[in-house]
């Protein structure tokens, strides 16, 4: 039974600021003494098992300009917008997002990859191609490929929807297909566009043939999506929302009476289907919490209610501008979700002026069961994003196979991968060294997409601009906990 408020602050009260309620999921600390630490002191009888330290070492330099990693880690360039092609001939597309990979047939791995490209197709040098019976909005440039990996090594890479706009993180389903995700929603005639966007999309990496006649799922809402990811076990959705002023909103869409999930069931939802909801959270004293930048300390819990939202397809008013002051919860660059231990991960990239407290990443998991939310990653405001060291602006995310999380940066100045375990620290992984600017002043794109392959051995993740994906292998260990 999930708690009330009134429960949430007399347990809260009890037990001391609610920490007893997190309970088996082991809270992520990232204080300044803890951020990238180098320490890989190897302790105890078990080889697979860190001990002392956490992660794998300093990163080296890349000869060949593109990803610095640990030492006995390697990569593998998988596609290269405007140098590798699709099957069809065409280019590979642009700016690389959103990814999660799929065991295929005969021991392929299918990756599902996001393309975020936003506004009229002229304005982009390789949009992904309008591929017949793929096609949602012809004025559109954004969409998916499908990637596949074969144990040969041979790589292949096929349109899997087109004409959507700005596909941005998104999340893979329990029965093995993508949702993609608009972060954005023009309305038909503005910016070019044919039909209105802000809307979900299922892609099947497998059936080419259920991807036909793309339908947007409109029981999500209409507003600028950014993740999605699925409960197993109850089956609601969970969604957050990428925009500001006002800041945006984390949702649960609860599905109707009697559903049953499946490859292409969503299709057969009507528009209105299910309820959708937005939150609002409360703190142990069962105050009302109007942003979740408030919290400033790691292991924080706030209760969550949920709100329904009036009108999910934003008809007059945008979905997030529907609830009056102190109805809902918000916050920040609502970005990347994981489905993991029994919740969702939840990433906040940064917080400005725009929010009660400024701050540099959170990392939230929302327990479903206690109906609780609790901060896990806490990134202060780094004062010198050009100086390699500090991390911040997390965005994409996927819960390891070896422990902890695994973030991708998009934050400002030098861009990493890195780990955080659920002892308490944070470590690098990889770090883009792609200058897309000028030697004078560098620029380093963000990465995305990180997602570990069905086994667990390999590492795959997208450097967005110009659009890399790539596959990294090495001596993976589990981090041990503190």
């Not at 995310?397 to 998009?410: F, R």
Request: glycine content about 12%; proline content about 7%.
């Amino acid at each position: 039974m999930s708690l009330t408020r009134r429960d949430f602050a007399r347990r809260s009260a009890i037990t001391g600021a609610g920490v007893a309620l997190v309970g088996s999921v082991g809270a992520f600390a990232t204080t300044p003494g803890a951020l990238a630490s180098q320490d890989t002191e190897t302790t105890g009888d078990d080889p697979d098992v860190q001990g002392g330290g956490v992660g794998y070492g300093p990163l080296l330099p890349d000869p060949q300009g593109i990803l610095a990693l640990p030492a006995g880690f390697s990569y593998r360039v998988l596609t290269y917008s405007g140098k590798t092609k699709l099957e069809s001939g065409e280019i590979t597309p642009s700016n690389h997002d959103g990814t999660a990979a799929f065991a295929g047939p005969r021991g392929t791995t299918l990756l599902v990859n996001n393309h975020e490209l936003k506004g009229p197709r002229a304005k982009w040098t390789y949009p992904v191609p309008l591929t017949e019976g793929l096609v949602y909005d012809p004025a559109a440039s954004g969409g998916c490929t499908v990637v596949e990996v074969r144990p040969d090594g041979h790589v292949a890479e096929w349109v899997g929807i087109a004409g959507t706009s700005t596909n941005c993180a998104g999340g893979s389903t329990p029965w093995g297909t993508w949702l993609t995700c608009e972060e954005n929603s023009d309305r038909a005639g503005e910016n070019g566009m044919t039909k209105d966007h802000g809307y979900v999309f299922e892609v099947d990496p497998v059936d080419q043939r259920a991807n036909r006649d793309p339908k947007p799922l409109k029981f999500f809402g209409r507003y600028d999506h950014e993740a999605v990811v699925i409960d197993p076990k109850r089956g609601h959705a969970y969604l957050t929302e990428d925009d500001s002023e006002p800041n945006g909103l984390f949702f649960r869409w609860t599905p109707p009476k009697g559903f049953q999930y499946g490859p292409g069931k969503f299709r057969t939802l009507a528009d209105d289907a299910g309820v959708l909801q937005a939150p609002t959270c409360y703190d142990s004293g069962g105050r009302y919490v109007d942003d979740l930048s408030r919290a400033t300390k790691i292991g924080t819990v706030y209760g969550v209610d949920w709100t329904d939202v009036p009108d999910r397809d934003a008809k007059t008013v945008a979905v997030r501008e529907q609830f009056a002051e102190g109805e809902v919860t918000r916050a920040r660059k609502l970005e990347g979700m994981w489905w993991g231990d029994g919740g969702a991960y939840i990433v906040s990239s940064y917080a400005r002026e725009e929010s009660p407290v400024q701050h540099d990443g959170q990392v939230w998991f929302y327990d479903p069961r206690r109906r609780t939310l609790t901060l896990k990653v806490l990134l202060g405001v780094n004062p010198d994003p050009s100086v390699d060291g500090a991390f911040d602006g997390p965005d994409n995310i996927t819960v390891s196979p070896y422990g902890g999380i695994v973030l991708a940066e998009d934050g400002e100045g030098v861009s990493h991968l890195f780990g955080a375990t659920d002892s308490g620290r944070t470590y690098p992984i990889a770090r883009n060294d792609l200058n897309v600017g000028t030697e004078e002043e560098p620029e380093y794109s963000e990465f995305a997409g990180v997602t570990f392959s069905p086994d667990g051995k390999t590492l795959y993740a997208n450097i967005q601009t110009p659009g890399i994906l790539l596959a990294i292998t090495g001596p993976w260990k589990r981090q041990r906990r503190a």
